[in-house]
């Protein structure tokens, strides 16, 4: 079992950062991959990056290549995502989400998921 929350979310203007954060409290967190999904209001929801459990695979959506950076630190039990240069259509509800073992980019494939965290990006 695992619990996520996610935090760091709010409002930002055009080219600002900001970094999530993603805290997993349960056992085992180094087993886990671990990715970020985004929802926006009408849309579907879809990946936004994803990393292994051992850090060293990392995948990003076309949209967002170049701009966020995720991370995780297993010490700690958190994954992070960075975003920088942020733009509008960036807005959206931002969810961690952690399956044992083997990465996915398809969100069906994934057990646990924390609440989500709110990012709005002003132009």
């Known amino acids: 079992q695992l619990q996520l929350v996610e935090s760091g979310g709010g409002l930002r203007q055009t080219g600002d950062s900001l970094t999530l954060s993603c805290a997993a409290s349960g056992s085992n967190f180094y087993n886990y991959a671990m990715a970020w999904f985004r929802q926006a209001p009408g849309k579907e929801r879809e990946f936004v990056a994803a990393i292994s459990f051992n850090e060293r695979n990392t995948y990003y959506a076309d949209s967002v290549k170049g701009r966020f950076t995720i991370s995780r630190d297993n010490s700690m039990n958190t994954v992070y995502l960075r975003m920088n240069n942020l733009k509008p259509e960036d807005t959206a509800v931002y969810y961690c989400?952690?399956?044992?073992?083997?990465?996915?980019?398809?969100?069906?494939?994934?057990?646990?998921w924390g609440q989500g965290t709110q990012v709005t990006v002003s132009s």
């Open positions: 989400a952690a399956e044992r073992g083997q990465l996915y980019l398809d969100p069906n494939h994934y057990t646990y």
